[in-house]
């Protein structure tokens, strides 16, 4: 029995199974989607998705940069390698 907002749904063994795997499944949906719009399933990033990767703006981003941070540039694009810029964000660790 599955009780909402004063009314309630009978199912059977089977049929609470099948609910659960749907729910399971649009759920793993919508986090593997999540995962994709915050580009963590990317291995590079552009400036705009890695400073906010790491938590900075673009303009601190550039300034890492300035300092030896790694960066790409293809056809005008700038890219990030998230493995590089961890390294050169844990080399500046005190």
């Known amino acids: 029995m599955v ?10 063994e089977t049929q609470t199974k099948e609910l659960q795997r749907y729910i399971f499944e649009l759920t793993n949906e919508a986090v593997q989607q999540a995962i994709h719009n915050a ?3 990317k291995e590079f990033l552009n400036q ?5 990767w ?5 303009t601190t981003l550039r300034s890492y ?3 030896g941070m790694p ?3 293809i056809g005008g694009r700038n890219l990030y ?6 390294k050169f964000l844990l080399s ?3």
């Not at 009780?3 to 059977?12: D, H």
């Not at 705009?48 to 906010?52: F, I, N, Q």
Request: hydrophobic share 35%; charged share 25%; proline share 0%.
């Open 3 to 12: 009780k909402m907002s004063g009314f309630q749904v009978m199912l059977n």
């Open 39 to 41: 580009g963590t399933d």
């Open 48 to 52: 705009k998705e890695m400073a906010s």
């Open 54 to 58: 790491v938590g900075v703006s673009s």
């Open 65 to 67: 940069v300035n300092e």
């Open 71 to 73: 960066m790409i540039v």
């Open 81 to 86: 390698s998230k493995k590089e810029v961890s």
């Open 92 to 94: 500046k660790q005190k």
